[in-house]
């Protein structure tokens, strides 16, 4: 092989490595997250384990917010509010009696097992 090839073999894998290693999934606030599995214990764990950071989140940027999502953002400041349990309780059951785009109430989806 050519030194040419090799250098260019080379620089296509550290491209390849740098996006991947680059490329974050979007993470919830871990005390959010922590508040949402204890006000909804009673769901199917392994539904919440598995939708994680998309129960608020969608795509791959913490910014993208489901419909969900932005429903709690407009209560909750992510940096001010994760180290205060009542208030995130507080915003989750607020927005459990909230319209969701379908007309149902977010608690009613969520009942329903529908994250």
């Not at 490595?17 to 764990?45: C, H, I, M």
């Not at 910014?63 to 180290?83: C, I, Q, S, T, V």
């Amino acid at each position: 092989m050519s030194i040419s090839k090799q250098i260019t073999t080379i620089a296509v894998m550290m491209a390849v490595g740098f996006v991947t290693l680059s490329a974050r999934p979007a993470f919830a606030v871990k005390q959010f997250y922590d508040e949402f599995k204890e006000v909804y214990g009673n769901l199917d764990a392994s539904m919440v384990a598995k939708a994680k950071c998309n129960i608020c989140h969608e795509g791959k940027s913490k910014k993208d917010k489901n419909a969900y999502g932005k429903e709690l953002d407009k209560l909750l400041d992510r940096k001010k509010d994760a180290k205060n349990p009542e208030k995130i309780r507080e915003a989750l059951e607020k927005v459990a009696g909230m319209k969701s785009p379908s007309g149902k109430t977010w608690g009613e989806i969520l009942k329903a097992g529908k994250l």
